[in-house]
């Protein structure tokens, strides 16, 4: 079990209505895109031939910040609020595509966007799945 899972098992409310194993993938993969979004924004701001690379950093950092929200407020269950939460994931979802679209553009030239745009794609859809079992 990882600290994530042990963490969210542990606490003495579980979400209302949320699928625990579902909610632990979400917030793995977020606190993964959020990494490795700020590493990638970091790689496309060094990259020394990478000045156009400077919509993928911001696409980057808008997902890790975003990340970074959804697994605060989904590791709370005592302030959990159904429409925040659903706000926050459509929220994550959307940032998660304009990373994964901006940073696949890069893939082939650039390895941290390639990784990066993976870890978007992989964090969209655990965010779409917890969402869905929101009922």
Known sequence: MTDVAA???????????????????AVQECLNCAQSCTSCADACIADPSGAHLGRSAGAALNCADMATAAVRVLSRPTAHDRATTEAVL?????????????????????????????????????CRHLLGSLG
């Open 7 to 25: 963490i969210l098992n542990a606490h003495p409310r579980a979400l209302p209505g949320i699928d625990q194993d579902a909610l632990v993938i």
């Open 90 to 126: 459509r929220a994550l979802i959307e940032t998660c595509r304009e990373g994964y679209e901006e940073h696949r553009q890069h893939a082939l030239e650039n390895e941290a966007c390639g990784i990066c745009a993976e870890a978007c794609r992989r964090c969209g859809a655990a």
